[in-house]
């Protein structure tokens, strides 16, 4: 059975400083997303990673896929306030999505 | 372009009621998800149709969930009758093969929120 853990859950960080949110999953796939979710709303679509060494990335973060360690990393540069939501990452094996449990994110002032 | 509709936001009831959700996915997506959401927790799916076909509804407790899609399009789940640890967050998402991207990207709902007493 696929299983999706990340780590941390809880992240608290300060304004301006970096970290990575860890992604291991259990069985082989090459399709690897990350999602946003702030309270009280639905998921939205931050990255989709196809293939070994994919590595995307948006402002304030970067994604990157690493297929022979299954782990995916979803990194933040110089965290803003703006960035503090729920962050999941999912695996897609055959058209079956399973999700990480998600990492609170919390970037104070 | 509308994105995914789903009714009521959020539903409050007593537990041996019967409850109903309504999805709307947007306009052209044949693949539609319902995923249940608990607090704190990332979603579990339910059930998966492949127009009006369900092709994975392996994850969905059959005695009290039920869900339909009639033409292929708008889909509705129901339980009946509901339970103290139904209350969750029900996502429903849409997705479509069609076009040139090799993967399948899911457009989430806001979901509804159910609250069993």
């Known amino acids: 059975e696929l299983k999706v853990e990340q780590n941390p859950l809880f992240l608290s960080m300060q304004e301006g400083k970096n970290y990575t949110i860890y992604c291991n999953y259990s069985?082989?796939?090459?399709?690897l997303y990350w999602y946003r979710q702030d309270p009280g709303k639905s998921l939205e679509s931050l990255f989709v990673l196809l293939s070994n060494g994919a590595v995307k990335q948006e402002g304030r973060l970067m994604a990157s896929l690493d297929t022979k360690a299954r782990l995916s990393t979803l990194h933040i540069t110089a965290a803003v306030h703006d960035l503090s939501a729920t962050y999941f990452c999912?695996?897609?094996?055959?058209?079956?999505?399973?999700f990480g449990a998600g990492t609170r994110l919390t970037v104070k002032p | 372009e509308a994105g995914v509709v789903q009714s009521p936001r959020y539903k409050i009831i007593e537990k041996k009621q019967p409850v109903a959700f309504w999805c709307n996915p947007i306009s052209g997506h044949n693949t539609l998800y319902w995923y249940r959401q608990n607090l704190g927790q990332g979603p579990e799916l339910l059930i998966r149709?492949?127009?009006?076909?369900?092709?994975?509804d392996s994850q969905l407790p059959k005695d009290r969930f039920s869900a339909e899609r009639l033409k292929g399009v708008d889909s509705t789940l129901k339980i009946q009758p509901a339970e103290l640890g139904d209350s969750a967050v029900y996502l429903c998402a849409s997705s479509s093969w069609a076009g040139p991207q090799p993967y399948n990207e899911q457009f989430f709902g806001p979901g509804t929120r159910l609250t069993v007493l």
């Open positions: 149709y492949e127009n009006e076909e369900a092709v994975d």
């Open positions: 999912a695996v897609d094996n055959n058209n079956d999505m399973r």
């Open positions: 069985t082989t796939s090459d399709r």
